[in-house]
């Protein structure tokens, strides 16, 4: 995750590395495992962070990082050069690697024959996403040399629902849970060039592909005095967008997203949104609490929501905001804006200065009483996280 200090809003980039074990050829030795009978393999591992440890970037939760790997809910496809279709690929096995906790793969299979006539090529991995193309109710055949890269990010099939409880008058925000099927969408995308297959050799690559989060993370924390009896009642988004795309916009090679763990350059900042707009109308989306402790003589409760994109700045007046109630308090809500403060706690939320609510980001804001006023305010941070990843 990535986080902006600077603004009293931070925000945090979320990503998770899926490696691909597969190579060029100077980088290939014989496997003792890889099928006899003189065929070419392609030996795929991938690995989710378990622990972070450099500046700017913040680690997802288990439920964030989550693969359904079990439930086959991935798909590995091949392109050419220019974005056009090659074939899919099929595993053979799976070996887990850290037992229970899901986040580590090994995978080998069979390079798929198309393949292995092509010396550069790009890999696209798609996983949690609610469809597919081959599914009854999609039912499209991806074509060699036809289908694109693009036509699979903007299909209509290539969507899912913001996740709420289904309730119209009183919406509220649901966790991911992966025993309920709610999964965080991801998408990546590597290019791999003068890669030789050789027969009866695993091919491995050393690059990874990036994979990016389709949802963004709004996380509120109130911090107050122990002994002051301050607590929300509610905290909603005001407008937000019932449906996101699991891929991003136009994002057809790793350069256009990926670079290396450079803050200011990481990822994607172009919105994919349905219909290139927002959902009009006000509506609203509760967030859960999640969190209540007490720590160093202050008192904390910490409130979340995972939402799709928004467009905020260019909205004029239909920009995406939080409405904050607290209990034993009779007045009207507390507004949370996107947009960036001052040391005071004030928010300029002049068009240009407002925040978009971007994928594969989280938006923290951190409430606190200051003189019996309510500031929104971002703490120096001790710590700086990042995705720092070990492969055995």
């Avoid at 009978?37 to 591992?45: D, F, K, R, S, V």
């Avoid at 969507?159 to 990546?188: H, I, K, Q, W």
């Avoid at 009207?332 to 925040?355: H, V, W």
Wanted: hydrophobic share 35%.
């Amino acid at each position: 995750m990535r986080k902006a200090i600077g603004y009293l809003i931070t925000r945090t980039w979320m990503f998770c590395l899926l490696w691909t074990l597969a190579s060029c050829s100077r980088e290939a030795a014989e496997d003792p495992d890889v099928p006899s009978g003189g065929e070419a393999t392609l030996n795929i591992g991938f690995k989710i962070p378990t622990r972070a440890a450099a500046e700017g970037y913040e680690d997802g939760k288990t439920d964030e990082n989550y693969i359904d790997i079990a439930g086959g809910n991935y798909r590995i496809y091949f392109f050419d050069k220019d974005n056009k279709f090659i074939a899919g690929f099929d595993p053979s096995g799976f070996i887990s690697a850290d037992g229970s906790d899901y986040r580590q793969y090994n995978v080998l299979g069979k390079a798929p024959d198309a393949l292995v006539e092509h010396s550069s090529f790009k890999m696209v991995v798609l996983a949690n996403w609610p469809k597919y193309p081959e599914d009854s109710d999609v039912n499209v055949t991806l074509k060699a040399g036809e289908t694109t890269i693009a036509d699979i990010c903007n299909a209509d099939w290539a969507l899912y629902d913001c996740l709420t409880d289904g309730n119209e008058t009183n919406t509220a925000s649901v966790a991911l849970d992966p025993d309920a099927g709610r999964l965080m969408p991801f998408y990546g995308v590597h290019e791999y060039n003068d890669v030789t297959f050789k027969p009866g050799v695993a091919t491995i690559l050393s690059e990874p592909v990036t994979l990016l989060r389709a949802m963004t993370k709004v996380e509120v924390i109130l911090q107050t005095d122990d002994y002051f009896d301050l607590s929300f009642s509610s905290l909603k988004i005001n407008r937000y967008n019932a449906k996101g795309y699991c891929a991003p916009k136009d994002v057809f090679h790793q350069n256009e997203y990926d670079h290396n763990g450079s803050w200011q350059d990481d990822y994607t900042r172009t919105l994919h949104l349905v219909g290139d707009q927002n959902d009009s109308g006000v509506k609203e989306l509760s967030f859960r609490c999640v969190r209540r402790w007490d720590e160093g003589g202050k008192r904390y409760e910490k409130w979340t929501a995972y939402l799709p994109e928004y467009q905020n700045i260019g909205a004029g007046d239909a920009y995406s905001s939080i409405k904050a109630r607290f209990d034993n308090v009779q007045a009207e809500p507390y507004t949370i804006y996107f947009a960036n403060y001052d040391n005071s706690g004030q928010a300029d939320n002049s068009n240009g200065n407002r925040l978009n609510i971007e994928r594969n980001n989280i938006y923290r804001f951190t409430v606190t009483v200051r003189d019996r006023k309510l500031m929104v305010n971002v703490q120096e941070w001790k710590y700086a996280y990042d995705n720092n990843y070990t492969f055995d």
